[in-house]
């Protein structure tokens, strides 16, 4: 039973929270202009793209260090890397 603990963990940790950056980009993109304005709507998704990149070197980093101490840790870093990088793509690509 602990193990599957500690998966809902990990699923918590890897997933779900750093879903939440590609999730503000979506959901700022749907914000109507009135209730924030342009410049205001921008600078807050400048600011989760500018969050999010600083979090998904950070992974990265982890992922790589746990990588190579042979952690199986290592593939939910990455896997955090991939969904922490999804707002760049995000605001250059369908919603820029």
């Known amino acids: 039973m602990k193990q ?28 109507p202009v009135l209730l924030f304005g342009c410049v205001n709507r921008g600078l807050l998704a400048l600011a989760v793209v500018v969050i999010s990149a600083i979090a998904a070197c950070v992974t990265t980093g982890k992922g790589v260090r746990a990588k190579a101490q042979g952690l199986p840790s290592a593939n939910w870093w990455l896997l955090s890397t991939l969904i922490l990088v999804m707002p760049i793509a995000l605001v250059l690509g369908p919603l820029g």
């Open 4 to 31: 599957s603990g500690a998966n809902v963990n990990a699923i918590v940790r890897h997933i779900a929270l750093p879903a939440a950056a590609p999730g503000a980009v979506i959901g700022l993109y749907f914000t």
